[in-house]
């Protein structure tokens, strides 16, 4: 009797020193966010937090995921991203759930909602499967109060400004950003910038920067972008590093330079990138500043007469030479919404398709009629790879996809919307070897969580939000083409977002578990 006693005893004590989770992902080679090696283990997750990690054999789960043979990692998060508009379309955000994306931060560019309380409260009501943060910015503001006016604003409308900015941070932005060669903000002198940003800083907030100039002057928009960032005692990261242009191929080690010689000398600055060689943007960056002010309708009237024609056509076909091209075939039309028909076509082909001479003068005349029709998103075709590999390297640059939450089968986009950590982890880190695998995954999470100070995100520790991703790293690839560019990126097992599963057996839940990330200045 005593012995029966005993057992009861012994196994009711092992039964309650069980430990239990909702879900225990087992068996996977982890590699936690911080750059060290992988290791195989197991993960539990309970109430959207990681509880565990490590030798978790006796745990019970109401779920458990047999990741034998594939890589365990924090979710990535994309800190280049404008989502701005599209949310509603397209709420599962697809296009990054199959990527591996768990966070976005939208705002970029200089572009965003002005009113970041509502926008948030939007999002927060919406429930997008990820998560978001967003920056303000500078743009919007401007304009705001400006309008698209060439000029320097009053000490009142400096103010004013400063105020929006403010209101913004208290509201949960994670910082302030300029698109420096997107109208209004293009008319915007330094010292503009450096004053708004010192209102960021007061709140904790970073400053990300399309800078002034990304091909020729390239040099003199970096050493801006680190000006602001001394002047106004605020980090500082720019927006999709890269050198444009054929004639400027190489200097990728001149630009990485000055950044590395700035940290040096203890500014906090870093960088993120695209990993491919064409960029994507607005039809509009292919004239001239000056002729955009003050809105569509002052462009048009602008662009009807024959000596502004002339003038800008001068301006345009020099910059067309400088990258030692005779035609605009590096130009492709991505999304042109007066002629859906075009999409995919070159400005090149486009201009023969209107039965025009094959001259860069009549390619020109072809651009300015679409401007007159509303103008067309791009792919600009310019950049070395020899030089995304060399940036690549850089141990403080961070992934990112500079894109939109896609709707499936919409215009000929950039692909890079589709496939960015996909074509990191299996076209450079797999089969190329620029960087390994740990060093990827480190960049996709822990860093870029470290700069936007998204405390308990990024790396797979005890009491973190359980953002994460299960991918097989023999396997992953990106799909999508610059040609095809509706394909997801494939590989990717599971995906987790705040302890729910999105994606299970690489096909997507409609569970829509994302959350509003705040900035530290939120009041």
């Known amino acids: 009797m005593k012995y029966c006693c005993f057992i009861l005893i012994f196994f009711s004590h092992q039964l309650f020193a069980q430990q239990s989770a909702d879900i225990l992902i087992q068996h996977g080679k982890i590699i936690d966010g911080t750059g060290n090696p992988w290791f195989y283990g197991d993960v539990a997750i309970k109430d959207g937090k990681i509880i565990a990690l490590g030798n978790l054999t006796n745990w019970l789960a109401v779920k458990t995921i047999d990741a034998t043979g594939f890589v365990i990692a924090p979710g990535f998060i994309d800190v280049h991203t404008h989502i701005e508009e599209d949310e509603i379309k397209n709420p599962l955000a697809s296009n990054f759930i199959y990527d591996g994306v768990t966070t976005v931060i939208t705002g970029n560019c200089g572009a965003s909602q002005v009113d970041i309380k509502k926008y948030l409260s939007f999002i927060d009501s919406l429930h997008l499967s990820v998560n978001v943060a967003t920056l303000v910015g500078h743009n919007d503001i401007r304009e705001s109060v400006m309008g698209t006016a060439n000029r320097q604003p009053t000490n009142e409308e400096l103010e004013q400004m400063k105020a929006l900015v403010e209101n913004a941070m208290q509201a949960g932005a994670v910082g302030f950003s300029t698109g420096l060669i997107y109208t209004p903000g293009t008319y915007a002198a330094t010292s503009e910038i450096v004053a708004l940003a010192k209102v960021a800083a007061q709140y904790h907030g970073i400053y990300t920067t399309h800078m002034r100039n990304e091909s020729d002057s390239v040099t003199d928009a970096i050493q801006e972008a680190l000006t602001v960032a001394k002047e106004a005692n605020i980090p500082l990261e720019i927006s999709h590093f890269k050198v444009g242009g054929q004639n400027n191929w190489g200097r990728s080690r001149q630009t990485l330079a000055m950044v590395q010689k700035a940290r040096s000398e203890g500014v906090d600055v870093t960088i993120d990138q695209y990993p491919y060689t064409a960029s994507s943007t607005s039809l509009s960056t292919l004239l001239p500043d000056w002729v955009l002010a003050g809105g569509d309708d002052s462009l048009k009237q602008r662009l009807q007469q ?17 990258r030692k091209l005779q035609h605009y075939s590096y130009a492709v039309v991505a999304n042109y919404k007066s002629d859906t028909t075009l999409n995919g076509k070159t400005i090149e082909a486009v201009n023969l398709l209107l039965k025009r001479k094959h001259t860069a003068e009549d390619e020109i005349k072809t651009v300015f009629e679409m401007m007159l029709k509303g103008g067309a998103g791009m792919v600009f075709h310019g950049m070395s790879e020899d030089d995304v590999k060399y940036i690549m390297k850089y141990p403080f640059n961070m992934f990112a996809s500079d894109a939109s939450i896609r709707v499936f089968n919409s215009g000929v986009p950039h692909p890079r919307g589709y ?17 390994s695998l740990e060093e990827a995954i480190r960049r996709m999470t822990s860093l870029p969580a470290q700069r936007f100070h998204f405390t308990n995100r990024g790396l797979l520790r005890e ?14 690839s990106d799909l999508s083409t610059f040609e095809k560019p509706h394909q997801y990126s494939t590989g990717f097992k599971y995906v987790l977002v705040n302890g729910i599963i999105e994606l299970e057996n690489s096909q997507q839940n409609s569970a829509r578990n994302g959350a509003v990330l705040y900035g530290q200045g939120k009041q």
């Open 306 to 322: 024959p000596a502004v024609q002339k003038q800008v056509g001068v301006y345009m076909l020099k910059k067309l030479h400088n």
């Open 419 to 435: 496939g960015t950590n996909a074509r990191v982890l299996g076209k450079y880190v797999r089969d190329e070897k620029v960087i």
């Open 463 to 476: 009491g973190f939000a359980a953002d994460i991703v299960v991918f097989d790293a023999a396997t992953v």
